[in-house]
């Protein structure tokens, strides 16, 4: 399969986001005894921080959990401990020893109404890389909080951007994937271009396993001299099954300016992750069931 990326030299100046506004903080807590108030949509969720995970990262994965439930409508406040919202979302992380690609980690979440009873769970498997587990970067956060929070979603029966996209069948069990960094990728297009692939998958029902997981996504990038000032790049990607079968590969293709992509890629890595969607795709949904 190929594609071309039109967008790939459309780098782009986005002036940065306010902070989301925080509506349920120092809201009036539930008192009343009432079944009806163990309804998200009425008093919401409150996203505590993650156990086990290092300090500059517990709290900053639990705001943009909370962060990404507000999005998608879902009343949500990240509070270090529930002081009366209708439901905590309480998050246990377990780290495997350090690897030279990070660490390894298990997050194990876990949804309770108001009177304690577990109302849904989820296990989300990620690698991060060492230099997020060591800062707490925002991108690394971000999707960590954003693949929660569209779990959790879905455990509530919201309507998730899965179920409200286009030619989406949210009834069918995608396989899950592993996403490498990319190859020869310049300045930092070797973890943004991963972590925006990853983004644009889980917004297809795509879910993310780094420890066991059905298909690994692997990338790598190369470019040559062009004329005047040019060079010609080239993106592929592999899909492997668990059983390393091979999948297929895609390939987008572009002619940039020389040094276009040495810095930060920002918007630029979604834009080309997007170009590369539907053929990405179609390469894991290449796997037959239950493979």
């Known amino acids: 399969m190929t ?87 309480e ?16 997050i194990f979440w876990v949804l ?28 690394t956060t971000t999707l960590i909080g954003g693949e929660a929070a569209t779990a959790i979603a879905a455990l509530l029966g919201a309507d998730t951007p899965v179920a409200a996209s286009a030619g989406a069948k949210p009834a069918v069990q995608l396989p899950t994937v592993s996403v490498k960094a990319v190859e020869g990728a310049p300045g930092d297009g070797r973890e943004s271009l991963r972590l925006a692939v990853i983004q644009i998958l889980n917004e297809q029902g795509v879910r993310r396993d780094d420890v066991m997981p059905d298909i690994t996504l692997t990338c790598a990038m190369n470019s040559k001299p062009a004329a005047d000032g040019l060079q010609q790049v080239e993106i592929v990607w592999q899909a492997k099954t668990k059983d390393g079968a091979d999948l297929g590969t895609m390939r987008l293709d572009n002619t940039i300016p020389n040094g276009a992509l040495d810095g930060p890629w920002g918007p630029t890595a979604f834009a080309i992750a997007d170009a590369a969607r539907a053929d990405l795709m179609r390469l894991i949904t290449s796997l037959p069931a239950g493979k």
Not at 124 to 131: H, S, T
Request: proline residues 8%; charged residues 15%; hydrophobic residues 45%.
């Open 112 to 139: 309770k109404s108001r009177r304690g009873a577990v109302t849904g769970t989820h296990r989300q498997n990620v690698l991060i890389p060492d230099d997020a587990w060591q800062k707490g970067d925002g991108p």
């Open 3 to 89: 594609a071309r990326c039109a967008a790939l030299i459309a780098l782009f100046l986005l002036s940065a986001c306010g902070e989301v506004g925080r509506p349920f903080l120092g809201a009036p807590q539930a008192t009343a005894n009432n079944p009806l108030i163990d309804i998200p949509t009425a008093v919401g969720i409150a996203v505590v921080p993650v156990r086990g995970l290092p300090d500059t990262l517990n709290m900053a994965v639990s705001r943009a959990t909370a962060d990404r439930l507000q999005a998608l409508e879902i009343p949500a406040e990240a509070v270090p401990a529930n002081a009366g919202l209708g439901f905590t979302l």
């Open 91 to 106: 998050g246990t992380a377990e780290t495997a020893a350090p690897s030279t690609a990070g660490h390894t980690v298990s």
